[in-house]
Structure formats: C-alpha cells, structure tokens
C-alpha cells in the first residue's frame, strides 16, 4: 500500500485531515460486497 495524497478536508476552519492510499488487489482479496469492517463504519468501495 502508497500513500499518494493527503490534506484538510477545511482549511482553517477544520483540523481533520483524510488520507488516501493505492494498493493492488485481486478478487480474492474482497471478502464482502463494499469491504471495510463495519464495526469500525468504513465504507470501502473497489
């Protein structure tokens, strides 16, 4: 996995900061319909 971004989603109004990555994956990687752990309330789309 690469970081290839990052940055606020508000400048000066807000602190959260969102990352985002790139990574290979193949079929048997996806383990459900959208991934992510839902416990944790991702939203992975592939």
Known sequence: ???I???YT???AI???VHF???PYSQQ???SKGGGLEEEGE???T
Do not use: L, P, Y
């Open 21 to 23: 990555f790139i990574a």
């Open 29 to 31: 990687h996806r383990i």
């Open 1 to 3: 996995m690469e970081k």
């Open 15 to 17: 602190t959260e900061q």
């Open 5 to 7: 971004a990052s940055g």
């Open 43 to 45: 939203a992975v789309e």
């Open 10 to 12: 508000s400048v000066g």
